[in-house]
């Protein structure tokens, strides 16, 4: 079976968090995780009900936002593959996940695998497509503070189509060297995924 998880930066920092987490705790998380999973537009959890969980388990937003994620992410995963419990878990264990962890996922998964897969096929990921792309380059030479400098960006435009309204939307985006450099390497992160499932 292919490797449905890469050890990414961001993988690594959320096994961490979650074998952190409390273990009486993480199977509802789970279950709940497992309850939304098809619905795309839904959040997993309100933003009332984040907040008490970032209290109950004592993280910052942002590391709530990774953990929720990528157990999700992990979820879905095994969901596309079909993966067997056995797979699922060895796979969790080369992340370096503990074990009571990895069993509570592949417990929750085993109890839901069917149900998930079934709604997971009838619902589209997402109704929204990419359409077109333009791109330009921009270099400000000077703002009215300082006369010498030299600031590259470059702007993205992204063309939206609904499939359901067939409604049009432009995204505009615009990127620092920095920025757009940390995005690319995020882009190169999903082909590995993407690569993976192949």
Known sequence: MALMFTATPSIKKAAALINALDASRFPLILS????????????????????KLQSALRLSAPDLELLLQTLEFFLQQAAYHTAKPVVLGQQLQQLE?????????????????????QKLRQCRLNHKQLEDINWRLNLQMAQASKTKMKLPNAMFELGIKDENTQEK??????????????????????????????
Not at 109 to 115: F, Y
Not at 185 to 197: A, F, G, K, P, V
């Open 32 to 51: 709940r995780i497992l309850q939304k999973i098809h619905l795309k537009d839904e959040r997993t959890f309100s933003e009332e009900e984040e907040e």
């Open 97 to 117: 996940i503990d074990e009571d962890k990895v069993k509570a996922i592949v417990e929750a998964w085993t109890n839901s695998a069917k149900e998930i897969v």
């Open 169 to 198: 939307e432009k995204i505009k985006l615009e990127f620092t060297h920095d920025e757009l450099y940390a995005f690319y390497n995020q882009l190169e992160t999903i082909q590995r995924q993407l690569d993976s499932l192949s």
